[in-house]
């Protein structure tokens, strides 16, 4: 049969040519001695093909005539291998000028000029098709493969998928044939680079050698493939490490993504996505080539169960795993992935020397951010990257077309679609790493369970023979309470230290939430259970306040409060009874504050500082009790100065610090009220600057005395359970020293005040390094980067002062997404983001000052919205509203001057946002 030639540029597949002998490895008859058969036939084939090559024509067939089993089990093979053999010298000789009139070798309609590349699914040369006189790249099937049938069937399967594709980005196919028993097909020929020798280009220009040969130890599961392309010249890529590169390399994956999306639609999935099998032309163009190993909606799968096949470096966790059953279209999404991280970063995403480790990274480990490697990437780029490299596949994007739709997004400045990883998605990866400590975890939470049970089934039994055995039971019954008590909640604390175990955390709070629910459900109606329901309800309201679920957490808050305030009433409470129900109704006012609901919360931080004071009155009283008292006071000060009474907030503040430092009295081991007089002073200190700065800069030097003489910063146990407790004691150092700088600043001390705070930032990081998700430490480093920012900004030295602002920016947007919003968090964004604005009005920058002014009034008025009796939030409001008006009319009249033809009227841009200021003022001052 001759070798199918296309004239139009279409295809019948139908009529593609077939070997007529079955390969060697098909014509077994099951005897025994048959692979053994096989293994000589093929070392003498190999050993007759390496003297075909070597042009000793001569010894061929004397090795022919020796062996004559070569004839009569390949004899269907020999003529193909002959001509392989001879292509495969002619292609790589080198031209001879005695010799430029002889013909080169031919297959069918095809004159081969030379070998532009080979793999382990062809080899490709550049050729000339005879009848239409136009250079091609010809992908010839080696005569290895031949002898295979699966590979056979394979490279029929990348000629019927590449035919099947017409795409602007997509190596078109012309024509397909089998002459003499060699399969080919020809297709355009790519005169430029493809993206693995970008690679290596971008790595020799950023002088990174180390890794263009680290990537070389990582072991392929399949050869590398061939291309179609004829090098012509280098990358126009100068470097990754700059905006115009990042954008550059997005822009071509646009692309790509948009082709495979393409094949995706017409139902056929690539597989083998990675950096040699995308090209690039001398116009800069993108092109998808190489579809060995893609399959085709309604054909048979051709990789066998369990075996992985491709590039490992590249291939999604599914495909390394051997399960093709899983394998869909987002194996490409995750390789394109993988791809562009590895050109943004010049870094593979997984290396290694060995295959195995390589392909247990790639299934388990997560690769490293690739901000971390290359700065330059932004930070929704990154989300991007990782959101398509996800471990999971229903994790991705649900499609190569949403893929590139945020790719364009991120183009054009506008919020792409992707996320972070969710908190959920860290948890598993991290648990994934640390199965053993996880697993230890999960156990001392089922002892705590079993206790629950057993504590709960000897209350029933006993009870009902003697109320000596009934108290003996409660005593197990509430040892099982603190032993869940004690994990879910110093346990959780700790686990605040080591980066990435949000999930982890939240995951060992619902465990305990649960067992709480269990309880509260199986006891309530049972007074039997009354105060220890009680107990169990203000655990769950802190265990529920911790998770974010507020309105839960007020339900089982209030819970509690009326359980124990009927044990009070009962009369058989102890002073325990009365410390809970006080700190159960602090808790309550601090959540109902943090919301937003003032009236709520002054009154019952009055009804918690009445039941704090009765406990105080007995003698030994507990220096835990003393604390939160003071706690108490503190935030019942810090409420009363935000809703305008200062005079009374200062009052409380200075009586709460006498009373604490009594009882303190040189008690230096009494960590709870150390603690909480630091905490107290801080705040005493914040509200005495203005009007009294000797007293605040005493509170505050006195405070940093105080911390830094202490060997050992240690946090209070148990303080997760309590909203009434100070911060750790590291934060409350770095607090009173941003304070005690904003103090010097305000007193025009500048030099101090910005080496302190310099001092401030160094101890929160330190702190953060030992606590990665403590976010009220991320909150505080955030306002003294600000507070740095001002300083600067004072001093002169604008760009730094920028700097400063845009690290407090930074970290206030990324709380602000990772976590429930709050009054006092937005009120602080909208304050940083003010005095972005106010630098670049200063700057010239009004259009951008405008567009930092009128999200500030957005977050502004969100927190107004949710803290309506707070005085300051309002009066910040009106200051960015002023400050928006002010830029708005020095925008205008810039306009006015430059574009007097215009008659006065401001461009639709500014006309757009004046009237989104007006809407705002109208809704929120």
């Known amino acids: 049969m001759k070798p199918m030639t296309d004239q139009t540029l279409t295809l019948d597949l139908s009529s593609l040519p077939v070997n007529d002998a079955l390969p060697i490895n098909e014509a077994c008859t099951g005897d025994g001695s048959e692979p053994k058969l096989q293994e000589k036939i093929a070392e003498r084939l190999d050993q007759y093909a390496s003297l075909l090559e070597d042009g000793e024509e001569t010894a061929a067939e004397a090795f022919l005539r020796k062996h004559p089993e070569l004839q009569a089990e390949a004899g269907g093979h020999l003529e193909s291998l002959q001509l392989l053999c001879r292509m495969s010298r002619s292609a790589a000789k080198p031209v001879d000028p005695d010799e430029s009139l002889s013909r080169p070798p031919t297959l069918g309609d095809y004159e081969l000029q030379g070998e532009i590349g080979r793999g382990g699914m062809g080899i490709v040369y550049e050729a000339i098709q005879l009848s239409l006189r136009r250079r091609v790249a010809l992908k010839v099937l080696p005569f290895a493969a031949v002898l295979n049938q699966d590979q056979v069937a394979r490279f029929r399967n990348e000629a019927h998928a590449a035919a099947s594709l ?50 070389s130890l990582t072991e392929n599961v399949e050869p590398p493939s061939s291309t179609v392309v004829n090098r012509g010249g280098t990358t126009t890529l100068r470097s990754v490490r700059q905006r115009d590169g990042v954008r550059a390399i997005v822009k071509m994956f646009v692309d790509v993504a948009d082709a495979i999306d393409y094949a995706h639609e017409q139902g056929v999935i690539h597989r083998d996505i990675k950096p040699s099998n995308l090209l690039v032309d001398a116009a800069g163009k993108v092109w998808v080539a190489d579809f060995g190993l893609a399959r085709c909606r309604d054909a048979g799968n051709l990789t066998a169960e369990g075996k992985a096949i491709g590039t490992a470096r590249y291939m999604s966790p599914e495909q390394i795993m051997g399960r093709p059953q899983e394998v869909d279209h987002r194996t490409d999404i995750y390789s394109l992935g993988i791809t562009l991280y590895e050109l943004l970063t010049l870094q593979p995403a997984f290396g290694g020397r060995c295959r195995q480790r390589l392909m247990e990274t790639v299934a388990t480990e997560p690769p490293v951010a690739p901000r971390r490697i290359n700065a330059a990437i932004p930070t929704d780029l990154e989300t991007i990257v990782l959101k398509a490299i996800a471990k999971s596949k229903d994790d991705r994007y649900s499609t190569c077309g949403e893929l590139a739709e945020d790719l364009r997004r991120f183009l054009s400045g506008q919020p792409t679609l992707a996320r972070r990883p969710s908190r959920v998605d860290v948890a598993f990866r991290w648990a994934v790493r640390h199965r053993t400590a996880v697993m230890t975890s999960v156990g001392f939470l089922l002892v705590a369970m079993v206790g629950f049970a057993a504590a709960t089934a000897m209350v029933l039994h006993h009870s009902r023979q003697k109320d000596v055995a009934l108290d003996q039971a409660r005593h197990h019954l509430n040892q099982a309470h603190a032993t869940v008590q004690r994990f879910g909640g110093l346990t959780v604390d700790r686990l605040t230290s ?78 325990q009874t009365q410390s809970d129900l006080a700190l159960c109704v602090h808790n309550l006012a601090a959540l109902h504050k943090d919301t937003g609901r003032y009236k709520e919360a002054i009154a019952e931080y009055e009804r918690a500082t009445t039941l ?5 009155s007995h003698t030994d009283v507990p220096d835990e009790t003393v604390a939160n008292w003071g706690a108490t006071q503190t935030n019942y000060a810090t409420l009363l100065w935000e809703s305008g009474e200062a005079n009374d907030a200062i009052r409380r503040l200075r009586d709460a610090e006498v009373v604490l430092e009594r009882h303190l009295d040189g008690q230096e081991t009494n960590r709870y009220t150390r603690q909480q007089l630091i905490e107290c002073r801080n705040t005493l200190a914040g509200l005495l600057m203005d009007d009294h700065a ?22 209070t146990e148990g303080s997760f359970w309590s909203n009434a407790v100070a911060l750790a004691p590291e934060c409350q150092l770095a607090i009173a020293q941003s304070n005690l700088a904003s103090l010097l600043g305000k007193q025009q001390r500048t030099e101090e005040a910005i080496e302190l705070t310099h001092t401030s930032i160094e101890t929160f990081r330190n702190a953060m390094r030992r606590r990665p998700e403590d976010t009220a430490l991320q909150q505080q480093l955030a306002i003294a980067q600000n507070n740095l920012g001002q300083l600067l900004w004072n001093q002169g030295t604008r760009q730094d002062a920028r700097s400063a602002f845009l690290e407090a920016e930074k970290g206030f947007k990324a709380l602000c997404e990772s976590q429930a919003q709050e009054p006092q968090l937005l009120s602080r964004f909208a304050g940083v983001l003010h005095n972005l604005g106010v630098l670049d009005q200063q700057q010239g920058q009004l259009d951008s000052a405008v567009q930092r002014l009128t999200e500030a009034m957005e977050y502004q008025a969100l927190a107004v919205r949710m803290a309506p009796f707070h005085q300051g939030y309002r009066q910040y409001l009106e200051r960015h509203n002023e400050l928006l008006d002010q830029i708005l009319r020095q925008l205008k009249q810039k306009t006015e001057t430059t574009q007097k033809s215009v008659s006065g009227d401001c461009p639709p841009t500014l006309k757009i946002q004046a009237a989104s200021c007006k809407e705002r003022e109208y809704v929120f001052s």
């Open 166 to 215: 017409h795409h602007p980005h997509i190596v078109p196919v012309y024509a397909v044939g089998c002459e003499r028993g060699v399969h080919y097909y020809s297709m355009q020929l790519i005169n430029g680079n493809t993206l693995e020798q970008t690679l290596d280009e971008l790595r020799t220009i950023s002088g990174d050698s180390t890794v263009a040969s680290a990537t």
């Open 612 to 616: 704090h004071e009765r406990v105080m």
């Open 694 to 715: 000797d007293e605040a800069e005493r509170l505050l030097e006195e405070n940093i005395a105080s911390l830094a003489a202490t060997e050992h910063l240690e946090e």
């Open 498 to 575: 080591i980066e990435g175990t949000g999930e982890l955390q939240r995951d060992l709070l619902t465990e305990a939430r649960n067992y709480f629910v269990d309880f509260a459900n199986y006891a309530s109606g049972d007074s039997r259970f009354r105060s220890e329901l009680a107990k169990v309800q203000f655990l769950l309201g802190a265990t529920e306040c911790r998770l974010g679920n507020l309105e839960s957490a007020e339900a089982a808050y209030l819970s509690a409060a009326e359980g124990l305030q009927a044990v009070l009433e009962e009369g058989s409470a102890d002073v």
